[in-house]
Structure formats: structure tokens, C-alpha cells
């Protein structure tokens, strides 16, 4: 199989919008005259009906009449589908406990052939019986019925005439993808995958491993004693906990008890694998460090915090020399011995983010004692995807083996994979507790490289993202949501993806609640970690949680767990940059547009509306009280008016926002390159100047800004003598004015001589914007 560069779909805008499905949810079951519907907690995906043959075990079975033994194995064989278990050496009474699975909509026979066979090593393998089972006599399963018993069945000969040694413990049943042998069963559509590709393709739920901040306060220490005994050590400690080294600052003067109080925090998971190793070492000069002493201590040790409370310090010693030493030479180190001065906990009240605050699915702490009850449960049912690409080429031509991830708080769900086929249907539904509504979920999905055990990394075909806050409580959405995949060579459509997704809330209190609690846990806001601290923490946490879901069965692979952890969203790119650029400036239209009408109003464009405007002026300064009660009134008004518009779908990727569009091909091809880059110098060259104009351009904007500010400070500080002296007379009889006036004439005045009609208005800046734009600023001492 070789990878290919899909082609997108035709660029057709309408092409990228969210559409609305119709799918026939919820179970239905034959009752003689039609199909029944039943209600059911798997009523969010399409039935799938499936012939399920359970082999249980065999008894009794015939020796070879040539080796006196038996290997055993059972062939399943419906139409042209065989399916066959693992076959046992030198047992007449195997027990293989396995099921298979034939999809209703490809029989193409009307009976079930179950064979018991003898496995040879040369030739052809011996028949030793069958049993046959007429379809149409095949009961139906019902949930919640119990699990159908299986049963003892004689063997008969290959021509059914007669009945043979042997029996064989069979189970055959018609049921549905919501029976709990669907996830382990063997499927017919994979009759083309063998070895280790067979774990590759079923569903599986991931819970990522709970998650711990490591903070280590590294105190003091004492009887540091460097290798040179004429100088004093310019001591540090280095902390290491597996891949994560930390270093603190070097003591700000040399002595033999440095002291630091400095914290540095780590990221470690359960069960704790790495132990956290302590080093104090001499710089001798910048590139040389020299190894003082060492400590070594498991994880398991250190106490669990679950509030700000300070945890108990503690002394440890210092191990000068490494393995190999004399134990004379050791004895005597450790009856001097050097020591640290640490306070090391586990911090149980923070949320340890291992996925963009932006897309956030989950904010509990670590503790589970201090989770709160849930507030609404999330259903999705994943039905299927339409018009995928094709993602590698197999026999000359192109062909997909998709598969979907989702993946909320700490709960990642794996379909099923679907062979060769560019519109899969999944029709596989999950649930997640919900603690805050404010939560995004992610849904990816994937191009299955492993099926045949070479190494390839699976392939991004696209990523779906919905807001619970953004879904009506106790509705059924079903849409189909573009797979919307930036390339460099611009957006491409890989397909659409269909969902049903339902959001029941348990408790309004609890939900209204929750609205007005803090985001994260208290302790981000008690005791808050750095910006830079947050990125390292992140990126570390995504590691370890794509490191411990590939050691999986069948493994989440890490290219998997990166796309949907959002593993580069914090690089450089300037498409985002122009995206975020227009964000700020569709903010800033409203109030533009405000100013501009206000502005029209000033200028008697439409007299109606200035004397409109002026009445209403007039009216709030008589009645002053009532301006707060007017501008709520107001904003309740807007709301209800923008009711009758409000989304009747989720959002979905948006090229336009994204910026995607019109994004040049240069920009892109930035964007898609490695970090550090791997382009020629002439191309950095050229992206560098472009990158310089554009900081350039901001560097006049920040520095406007900042010389706006140092003209108002300058008005009091005595900068422009004159200016300063001007103002502050000014500030002494505005105070005398207002303090004799009453408040309702200043507002008013002041209110009428802004409204003041075009004849009585100058074309010339006003004086007191005169006076400011005359305030000196510190661009005169730039350099």
C-alpha cells in the first residue's frame, strides 16, 4: 500500500456548510406485520443487523487415524464468507469462546455452515463434521433479553446423511450492533485482515491516565563540598522526572549552603512509573558543570495535595558517587554527608491541561474528592461518512480503511474500522458525563495504515468540534459536517461526517450554578502557574497521554492523539494572524458603527433622529435614575428580537473565518513547515522581510498607543512646564464650577453643545484636542 495526496472535493462554497440529515434512528424489530420501534438508550444510530454465531467449545472430537492426535480448528461459512477460529494442537476438547459477526444486508444464502476441522502441516486439512442451520429458523434477539444460551449440537458427515463423532457448543442468534458481542466479534466485512492487523480494526473506549502537577520546592541546602576545596561552589539543582528536566536559578552568591525557595513543577501520571531524580551541581564556568551529589526517590512517597495548604518539608541526603565505588569510600561519604532541603507534593487541586484552553473538554482536578456532581449527559452516535477520499492506493487503485475518534474529558472512544470503503457507516453510539456545559468534543477521522503490520502512520482525513454550550438541551442534532483538512496546497473538503448528538441536562440549579463558577479549579487562581509554565506543562502532559494510549490494545496511536490534542496549534502562522487580525476588527465594527451613527446624528443628517436623539437626552438628565434601568431594558429588548434568528445548528469549521480562502499558497507552505525550518535561505530570507514589514506595521501601532498614554500622563508631570501649568489652573475652575453648578446643568450644556447643529460647528479640531496633541511623549529619547 502506498500513501497518495488526496484531491479535494470541487471548491464549491455552499460544498463546506453544515447540512441537515434525516437518518431513521432508534431500534426497530419485525413483528409479522411491519417493523416495531422500540425505546431504547441506543436510539441515536441507525440498526445494523447482524447474524451472530458464537463457538463455544467442542467435545469428543475423533483422532487422525495417521498422528493419533487432533488440532482443531471451526470454519464459519455463510455464502462466500468463511470465518475461522485459532486451531488448538493435540486436543479433542478445545474451547475457543469466539463469535463472528455477518452483516444482514450481504447474506446471500439461506444457510449457516459451522465445520470442525483438523489442521494438517502438509496437504489438506481433514474434515472431521459440520452442522447446518436454516436462517430462517435463526431467533431473534431483543434487548434487554439475556445472552442466548448455546448449545450442544452432534457432528454429521459431509453429506448430512448420518451423524459422527464429535459435538460442538454453538450459539446463533440475529441481533444488532447494541449487543455486547459486537465490539469483540469477528466481523465479515474483515475477512481481508489477518495478524495483528485483526486488533487494529475494533472499537475500543481509552481513558487517559489521571494526570498529577509534580511540584517540587526546592529549599536550601547545606555541607555542599565542591571537588576544588580553595574555591566556593556557584551551586544549582537539577530536578528530572523521566524525559522532563528542570534546572533552578544558581545561587546568587557562592557558598557551601546555597539557598533558592524556588518551585519547579512537573507533569507525571499513574501508576508512577519514573522516580524523581535530584542533582546538585558546581558550575565551574559556562560550559562546564560539575556533579556534587544526587538523591533518588519514587514518586509514591510525596503526599497528595488537594488545597493550597503547605505540605511538610524534608531533608535528604546527598549521594556523592555513583555504582562501582568502594563500599570503605562510601561508608565514609555518608557519615558526612551532603543534603537538600526539599517540600514536594502531589497537587491534586489543579486541572492539568493536556489540550488547548480553547477547545477545553474537561476542567475537574485531579482529586476525585473534590469533583463535583454532573450536571447533563452527552450522547453521540457516530452513524457513518460519505464521500471520503482515497487515502493510499491497494491494487492499483485508491481505497480507504476510516475510522473515527472521539474524544471528551478523559473518556477517547475508537470505532470500528471499515474496509475499503469511501462512505463507512459506523452506527456506533457512546455516552460521557458532562460536569460543565462549557466543553468542546472532538470527533477525528482517520485512514487505518496498519492493517497489514508495516509501519506507517495512520492519515489525517479531517476534525469536527462542537460546543455543548451551543446545544438546546434534550434535542436530537443530526447534521453532516464537512471534513474540512488544510493542505498547503489550500482547503480541501475529504468528505462529511455524520453525527447525532443529544445533550440531556439533570439538573437546572446545578446548571446555573455552574454558570457563575470559576472556569478552571480554585487552585489555577490561588496559586497560579506561569503562561510559560502552562505551554511546557501542556506539551509534556500530551506525551505522557500519547505515549500511555499507544501501549493500548489495540493502540491510539500518537499521530492520532496529537491531531485531535491540538499538538501544534501554538505555532507560528500568518493565515491565523490575518484571521485573528479581522476577529478584532468585527468586534470593533459595532462600536464603529455606533460611533458613525452618533456621528451622523451630531451632524443633523436625518433631523428626525436628532431630535429623537435630543428628547431622549433630555429626558435621562431630568431623570437621571433612569439610565441603568433604560440600558438593560435595551440590551432585553435586542434579545428577545434576536430570538427569531438564533443558530438552529452548530457551529462548524469555517473557511472564511479561518481565513482559508484567500490564504496565499506562500503563507501556506510556511505554515507547513517544520520547526526548525527545513527550506532553502533564500526562501527564510524572503518570509523574514515579510515578517519584518508586518512587525513593522504593528510597531507603529503599539508605539502610537503608547505615545496616547505619555501625553496624558505628561499632563501633570511637569514635562511641558507651560502646558502642565495651564491645566492644572483649568482643573482648579472646572472644580469651582462644578461645585457650585448642579450636576443636571453641566451634563445638559455639555450634552447640547455636543448634539449642537453643523451651523454652530467648526471644521477645525477643537481646542482641548489641540491642547492634548501638543503634550510632549518619550519618543523624544528613542534611540
Not at 440498526?47 to 463455544?56: A, H, T
Not at 562546564?288 to 503526599?303: A, D, H, Q, S, W
Request: include cysteine; glycine fraction near 6%.
Amino acid at each position: 500500500m502506498q500513501p497518495v495526496n488526496p484531491q479535494g472535493h470541487p471548491g464549491d462554497l455552499d460544498d463546506y456548510d453544515l447540512k441537515d440529515t434525516n437518518p431513521q434512528l432508534g431500534e426497530r424489530w419485525p413483528n409479522g406485520t411491519g417493523y416495531e420501534r422500540f425505546s431504547s438508550t441506543y436510539d441515536l444510530v441507525e440498526q445494523m443487523f447482524y447474524l451472530y454465531v458464537r463457538v463455544e467449545k467442542a467435545k469428543d472430537l475423533p483422532p487422525s487415524s495417521i498422528t493419533g492426535s487432533c488440532d482443531p480448528y471451526v470454519e464459519v461459512k455463510l455464502g462466500n464468507y468463511k470465518g475461522r477460529t485459532r486451531h488448538f494442537e493435540k486436543k479433542i476438547n478445545p474451547e475457543w469462546k469466539q463469535v463472528f459477526a455477518f452483516s444482514k444486508d450481504r447474506i446471500q444464502s439461506s444457510i449457516l455452515e459451522v465445520f470442525v476441522k483438523d489442521k494438517e502441516m502438509i496437504g489438506r486439512d481433514d474434515y472431521l463434521g459440520r452442522v447446518v442451520f436454516d436462517l430462517n429458523e435463526v431467533p431473534t434477539r431483543v434487548p434487554p433479553d439475556s445472552p442466548l444460551a448455546p448449545q450442544w449440537y452432534r457432528l454429521e458427515d459431509r453429506r448430512g446423511t448420518g451423524k459422527v463423532r464429535g459435538e460442538i457448543m454453538v450459539a446463533v442468534w440475529l441481533g444488532t450492533q447494541a449487543d455486547e458481542a459486537f465490539s469483540e466479534a469477528w466481523h465479515s466485512e474483515t475477512s481481508s485482515v489477518y495478524g495483528e492487523g485483526v486488533l487494529n480494526i475494533r472499537s475500543k473506549v481509552y481513558v487517559s491516565p489521571k494526570l498529577w502537577y509534580l511540584r517540587v520546592n526546592v529549599i536550601e541546602a547545606q555541607d555542599v563540598v565542591p571537588d576544588d576545596r580553595n574555591r566556593l561552589p556557584e551551586v544549582f539543582v537539577k530536578v528530572q522526572v523521566g524525559s522532563q528536566v528542570l534546572k533552578s536559578k544558581t545561587c546568587s552568591s557562592p557558598t557551601t549552603n546555597p539557598l533558592w525557595n524556588e518551585d519547579l513543577v512537573f507533569v507525571v501520571a499513574e501508576p508512577f512509573e519514573e522516580q524523581l531524580l535530584i542533582t546538585v551541581e558546581d558550575r565551574i564556568h559556562q560550559s562546564k558543570e560539575v556533579m556534587l551529589g544526587k538523591t533518588l526517590l519514587p514518586l509514591n512517597i510525596f503526599e497528595k495535595r488537594l488545597d493550597h495548604r503547605p505540605v511538610h518539608s524534608r531533608w535528604f541526603n546527598l549521594e556523592k558517587y555513583g555504582f562501582g565505588v568502594l563500599e570503605a569510600d562510601r561508608r565514609k561519604d555518608l557519615q558526612f554527608s551532603s543534603r537538600v532541603h526539599l517540600r514536594v507534593c502531589l497537587e491534586g487541586g489543579y486541572h492539568v491541561l493536556d489540550e488547548s484552553t480553547m477547545y477545553i473538554s474537561d476542567q475537574r482536578p485531579t482529586a476525585k474528592q473534590l469533583w463535583k456532581q454532573p450536571v447533563g449527559i452527552l450522547e453521540v452516535g457516530i452513524l457513518g461518512a460519505e464521500g471520503l477520499l482515497p487515502m493510499k492506493m491497494r491494487d492499483g487503485r485508491g481505497s480507504t480503511d476510516a475510522y473515527c475518534v472521539a474524544k471528551y474529558g478523559q473518556k477517547w472512544v475508537r470505532t470500528r474500522t471499515i474496509l475499503d470503503t469511501f462512505n463507512p457507516k459506523w452506527n456506533e453510539q457512546y455516552t460521557w458525563e458532562v460536569y460543565d456545559p462549557c466543553t468542546v468534543i472532538t470527533m477525528g477521522v482517520f485512514d487505518n495504515c496498519h492493517l497489514g503490520g508495516d509501519g506507517a502512520r495512520d492519515s489525517r482525513i479531517g476534525k469536527v468540534r462542537i460546543r455543548l454550550s451551543t446545544l438546546e438541551a434534550h434535542r436530537i442534532y443530526t447534521h453532516s459536517y464537512p471534513l474540512l483538512v488544510l493542505h498547503p496546497h489550500g482547503v480541501k473538503k475529504m468528505g462529511e461526517l455524520q453525527l447525532a448528538v443529544r445533550f440531556t441536562t439533570l439538573s437546572l440549579a446545578n446548571m446555573i450554578y455552574v454558570y457563575g463558577h470559576p472556569l478552571l479549579p480554585k487552585m489555577h487562581y490561588l496559586h497560579p502557574l506561569t503562561v510559560n509554565q502552562v505551554d511546557n506543562l501542556r506539551y509534556q502532559a500530551m506525551n505522557i497521554v500519547a505515549v500511555r494510549l499507544g501501549r493500548a490494545e489495540p493502540p491510539l496511536r500518537k499521530e492520532v492523539v496529537e491531531y485531535m490534542l491540538d499538538v501544534d496549534s501554538h505555532m507560528w502562522s500568518m493565515r491565523r494572524s490575518k484571521a485573528n487580525f479581522f476577529r478584532i476588527m468585527s468586534l470593533l465594527s459595532g462600536m464603529i458603527s455606533v460611533s458613525r451613527w452618533f456621528g451622523e446624528v451630531c451632524k443633523w443628517r436625518n433631523p428626525i433622529t436628532s431630535v429623537l436623539v435630543h428628547i431622549l437626552f433630555l429626558i435621562l438628565i431630568w431623570y437621571p435614575e433612569l439610565i441603568l434601568p433604560t440600558v438593560f431594558l435595551y440590551m432585553f429588548l435586542i434579545g428577545l428580537w434576536n430570538y427569531r434568528f438564533r443558530p438552529r445548528h452548530p457551529p462548524h469549521m469555517d473557511t472564511k473565518l479561518s481565513w482559508a480562502e484567500a490564504v496565499h499558497p506562500d503563507e501556506l507552505d510556511e505554515e507547513f513547515d517544520t520547526f526548525p525550518t527545513s527550506k532553502s535561505q533564500d526562501l527564510v530570507r524572503m518570509r523574514y522581510d515579510r515578517l519584518r514589514s508586518v512587525a513593522g506595521r504593528i510597531q507603529t501601532v503599539v508605539g502610537d498607543i503608547a505615545t496616547q498614554g505619555e501625553r496624558f500622563q505628561s499632563l501633570l508631570s511637569w514635562r511641558d512646564p507651560r502646558a502642565t501649568a495651564l491645566f492644572i489652573v483649568f482643573c482648579l475652575c472646572a472644580a469651582v464650577v462644578l461645585y457650585t453648578t448642579p450636576f443636571k446643568v453641566v451634563a445638559l450644556v455639555g450634552g447640547l453643545y455636543y448634539l449642537r447643529h453643523p451651523r454652530f460647528r467648526s471644521k477645525l479640531p477643537s481646542v482641548p484636542s489641540n491642547f492634548f496633541r501638543r503634550m510632549p511623549a518619550q519618543t523624544d529619547s528613542l534611540l
